[in-house]
């Protein structure tokens, strides 16, 4: 299963999307992109969750 976060969809200008096969991971990438791209060195808790919640899983290639 491959998981998406794109940063538009917690209303960040931003045309990144970022993908991985866990949730663990893809959390890991999110921070290391806010970082170098937002300047965000460190992700609350609650941002993580609301990015979550804005992660898709694509799992159907079409
Ligand atoms: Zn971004």
Do not use: N, P, Q, W
Not at 2 to 16: I, M, N, P, S, Y
Not at 32 to 39: I, Y
Not at 44 to 60: F, G, I, M, N, P
Request: glycine fraction near 4%; charged fraction near 35%.
């Amino acid at each position: 299963m491959k998981l998406t976060f794109r940063c538009r969809d917690v209303g960040v200008v931003c045309r990144a999307a970022i993908s991985a096969e866990t949730e663990e991971e893809l959390v890991a990438k999110i921070a290391e992109h806010a970082a170098e791209a937002h300047g965000v060195t460190e992700l609350s808790e609650t941002l993580v969750d609301y990015a979550k919640t804005k992660v898709r899983s694509d799992d159907s290639k079409r």
